[in-house]
Nanobody
Framework: QVQLVESGGGLVQAGGSQRLSCVVS????????MAWYCQAPGKQRDLVAM???????TYADSVKGRFTISRDNTENTVYLQMNSLRPEDTAVYYC?????????WGQGTQVTVSS
């Protein structure tokens, strides 16, 4: 069973930066597209960004130019660099495959942006 362990969240002021990390167990990491998702209170979980095994990236319109997704296939880790954070970015952030392979998710990491 694949495990997804997110970290790096916290409280940050608007305009600040945060870097999230996600370690994924198993060798299938290297051959799969990975993504970051976010879920704000009372809202559905949304796709934030994705990255293919070869490094091609796609972003939600709301984060283009502010967030950068990257991956290290030697460390089975995917990152999300978040700059120019806004209060509306406040959410729990999760990493997972894209598309997801099951209903299994990690615990996520909370990012709270204060105004």
């Amino acid at each position: 069973q694949v495990q997804l362990v997110e970290s790096g969240g916290g409280l940050v002021q608007a305009g600040g930066s945060q870097r999230l990390s996600c370690v994924v167990s198993g060798s299938i990491f290297r051959i799969n597209t990975m993504a970051w998702y976010c879920q704000a209170p009372g809202k559905q979980r949304d796709l934030v960004a994705m990255i293919t095994p070869y490094g091609s990236t796609t972003y939600a319109d709301s984060v283009k130019g502010r967030f950068t997704i990257s991956r290290d296939n030697t460390e089975n880790t995917v990152y999300l660099q978040m700059n120019s954070l806004r209060p509306e970015d406040t959410a729990v952030y999760y990493c997972n495959f894209w598309p997801t392979k099951s209903d299994d998710w990690g615990q996520g990491t909370q990012v709270t942006v204060s105004s």
